[in-house]
T-cell receptor, first 112, second 113 residues
Framework: DADVTQTPRNRITKTGKRIMLECSQT?????MYWYRQDPGLGLRLIYY???????NKGEISDGYSVSRQAQAKFSLSLESAIPNQTALYFC???????????FGAGSRLTVL | GENVEQHPSTLSVQEGDSAVIKCTYS??????FPWYKQELGKRPQLIID?????GEKKDQRIAVTLNKTAKHFSLHITETQPEDSAVYFC????????????FGTGTRLKVLA
């Protein structure tokens, strides 16, 4: 079945380290999103992309960067991780002209 | 920008009873309102949605109502079952061109057997 795959699923790192979370999809969707989930704060948008050459900031982009290497791949980077970036990160995809978001399984990041 | 408030943050009901979760939004131009269910340790999944030109939509035991004048929408679950236990998120999306879902903060529903 077509899916959205996130790697790694769990990662523990130290303050100051560079971290990359990867997302790949076989759904053929044009739009890809990175969300962050924290208890009591819901899902907050970090970055989104509608095409390979399109990158847009979301609500909470500070401290993060992204790369849309191909239509099917969208990576999130933390250049210098800090403890308050400890969270559950979700990648999501969306077909052009559609509303439904399809989420990946999530990447749990712990920054010590 | 759009802001979505969701209440309550936690809700416990007895199996078989109904559950209601409410959301309010601030941008009157928002025109699409989905509800996502996230079971423990799983990814959020769409369970029902409603567009601004419709007042109510039902799908078996779940329904969503929308009051555009008051800018609020609600999720109704009837005859709750243990498998309904999850975190539910509402969202609002501004008109085409922005594509940014604004999610509520979530409601943890517990259905007690």
């Amino acid at each position: 079945d077509a899916d959205v795959t996130q790697t790694p699923r769990n990662r523990i790192t130290k303050t100051g380290k560079r971290i990359m979370l990867e997302c790949s999809q076989t759904k053929g969707h044009d739009r890809m999103y990175w969300y962050r989930q924290d208890p009591g704060l819901g899902l907050r948008l970090i970055y989104y992309s509608f095409d390979v050459k399109d990158i847009n900031k979301g609500e909470i982009s500070d401290g993060y960067s992204v790369s849309r290497q191909a239509q099917a791949k969208f990576s999130l980077s933390l250049e210098s991780a800090i403890p308050n970036q400890t969270a559950l990160y979700f990648c999501a995809t969306q077909a052009s002209g559609a509303n439904v978001l399809t989420f990946g399984a999530g990447s749990r990041l712990t920054v010590l | 920008g759009e802001n979505v408030e969701q209440h309550p943050s936690t809700l416990s009901v007895q199996e078989g009873d109904s559950a209601v979760i409410k959301c309010t939004y601030s941008d009157s131009a928002s025109n699409y309102f989905p509800w996502y269910k996230q079971e423990l340790g799983k990814r959020p999944q769409l369970i029902i949605d409603i567009r601004s030109n419709v007042g109510e939509k039902k799908d078996q035991r779940i329904a969503v109502t929308l009051n555009k004048t008051a800018k609020h929408f609600s999720l109704h679950i009837t005859e709750t079952q243990p498998e309904d236990s999850a975190v539910y998120f509402c969202a609002a999306t501004p008109p085409p061109g922005t594509y940014k879902y604004i999610f509520g903060t979530g409601t943890r529903l517990k259905v007690l057997a």
